[in-house]
């Protein structure tokens, strides 16, 4: 069993007091004023306010106290007074550097103040330096780690320990157990406040974060939705030609032999199409999506999507171009009837009860779709079960105009209402082979 001697003692101290300089004299690479972060001027303004009221406040009060109490001559009792709350200032933003201005003025007063005798006067520590002290700390907790709080504590009890026991040649009194304890307190009051405060903005990051990586999800969780739609809407066509090329050679008399075989790999080529698909979307296509196997809605299913939207207590009106319908390509189509699917969930989510207008018609090349809500009425109950949507939002809507190479413009309107208007092509662009 190893026996520890002096010499491990003494080595012991010294490593001790190498931590604790190394503590007290590294201080926060942060160099930002106190509120300095704060989106509000007269915020940042608050420390300045109050190291400008302190100091107004001690300086006369500190120069009354020594030259009263302890008979320092005017400039003295000036010089020390001054010496102990212009580090205030200095705190807002180098409050390390502050302390040790501030402890060493306080060594200075306490070794001059100890040559007079006068009972009134408290030892070592008077009244204004103890609080001036004390809001330095303040500052000093709320900036660096809780290593350097420690040690300035530390610090701050074996300077009065020292002060009170080696060489001079008064006593301490209460003042000495006052300033150890309430240092301490108010060390670890900044100590928790700012630790509360790194916590917070720490969950206000990992809110931001988590949004953003929600947006993300629900943008790829849309995607994958509009490729399995486009599954289907491709996968008809693709049939179709499949069925025409296999059944050409038997439909059609006198088909050349050239001619049915070129029928034939046309027949291959789209089965082979068809299949990848299916592959593909078995990748995509989620445990609770399987069962979507219904025919994908288009233009036709709009007045019945707005009439269950008027069963749930929105009022709303439809009104679609004369044979509009039958004009508008199938993805086309499909990403109308999603948009509006989605606009008026969120009117029944948003704005139960709002009067609403969807209008759907032909300018030319492009479709112009426009979905208005006025203002809700008041003291409405939400409906927002009353009314599925893809549960994608504007991201949603963007992701289908996108698609299709189209147009979207959504707002608030001046009364209150909302707006998502469309601007879709009528005629989709055709790939140009490479």
Do not use: C
């Not at 809001?135 to 009170?164: K, M, N, Q, Y």
């Amino acid at each position: 069993m190893k026996t520890l001697t002096i010499a491990d003692g003494r080595g012991f101290a010294v490593r001790q007091l190498r931590t604790l300089r190394r503590h007290l004299t590294t201080p926060s690479e942060d160099d930002t004023p106190l509120l300095g972060n704060s989106r509000r001027a007269w915020v940042r303004r608050i420390p300045y306010v109050i190291a400008l009221i302190l100091q107004a406040s001690l300086i006369p009060t500190g120069i009354a106290n020594l030259v009263s109490f302890y008979g320092l001559v005017l400039p003295v009792a000036a010089a020390l007074t001054v010496a102990q709350t212009t580090p205030l200032f200095l705190a807002i933003t180098r409050p390390l550097a502050a302390w040790w201005i501030s402890a060493a003025t306080l060594v200075t007063t306490a070794a001059i103040t100890a040559r007079h005798h006068q009972v009134e006067g408290s030892w070592p520590w008077t009244a204004p330096m103890i609080l001036a002290y004390l809001f330095l700390l303040l500052a000093l907790g709320l900036r660096e780690s809780r290593a350097t709080v420690l040690s300035v504590w530390i610090a701050t009890f074996l300077l009065t320990v020292l002060t009170t026991t080696l060489g001079l040649p008064r006593a301490g009194d209460g003042t000495t157990v006052l300033l150890i304890a309430l240092s301490g307190a108010v060390l670890l009051l900044g100590w928790a406040i700012r630790d509360r405060a790194v916590a917070r903005r720490l969950l206000s990051e990992q809110q931001q974060i988590s949004e953003i990586e929600r947006e993300r999800r629900t943008l790829l969780e849309e995607r994958a939705r509009i490729a399995r739609e486009l599954h289907d809407v491709v996968a008809h066509h693709m049939s179709v030609i499949a069925v025409q090329a296999a059944s050409a050679p038997y439909r059609i008399e006198g088909v050349p032999a050239d001619a049915a075989e070129e029928f034939t790999t046309i027949a291959d080529a789209a089965r082979e199409s068809l299949a990848e698909m299916r592959r593909l979307l078995g990748v995509l296509r989620s445990e609770e999506s399987a069962a979507e196997k219904a025919p994908q809605p288009g233009v036709d299913r709009l007045a019945q999507l707005v009439e269950t939207v008027g069963r749930a207590g929105v009022p709303a009106e439809l009104t679609v171009d004369e044979g509009l319908a039958e004009r508008v390509p199938q993805a086309v189509g499909l990403s109308v009837y999603r948009i509006v699917q989605e606009a008026l969930a969120n009117v029944v989510r948003h704005a139960p009860g709002a009067r609403t207008w969807v209008s759907l018609s032909e300018d030319g090349p492009e479709l112009r779709l426009t979905v208005v809500n006025a203002p809700p009425p008041q003291r409405t109950e939400s409906l927002e079960a009353s009314v599925e949507g893809t549960g994608q939002g504007l991201v949603g809507m963007r992701e289908r105009v996108r698609l299709v190479d189209g147009r979207l413009d959504t707002g608030p309107l001046p009364d209150g209402g909302f707006k998502v208007a469309a601007v879709l092509p009528l005629d989709l662009p055709l790939e140009t082979p490479a």
